[in-house]
């Protein structure tokens, strides 16, 4: 789970706030089978956190005020965004 206390500027912030819904899936999905943690995915997920939450599509099927699940890889459908646990 990604902080939410993690959610100031960071040198991914500003590539990540002109992607569109569609990107930012891919950016989320392309990371999320990662095991690996460096203090660089930790900003670039805060900041995806953030992007996500800065757009009107309806993300709280894996992004809470607590921080954003990395549990399973995401669909956007309409404007909601689901986590997929079925593969």
């Known amino acids: 789970m990604i ?3 993690q959610n100031h500027e960071n040198e991914y912030t500003a590539k990540l706030a002109d992607k569109s819904i569609e990107e930012l899936v891919h950016a989320f999905n392309s990371d999320q089978p990662s095991q690996g943690w460096v203090s660089a995915r930790g ?3 805060g900041a995806l956190r953030q992007a996500f939450l800065d757009t ?3 993300c709280s099927s894996f992004i809470s005020e607590n ?3 990395l549990s399973y890889p995401i669909r956007l459908e309409g404007n909601i965004i689901f986590q997929v646990k079925d593969n």
């Open 3 to 5: 902080d939410s206390e």
């Open 43 to 45: 900003r670039f997920l």
């Open 56 to 58: 009107e599509i309806d």
């Open 67 to 69: 921080g954003m699940s």
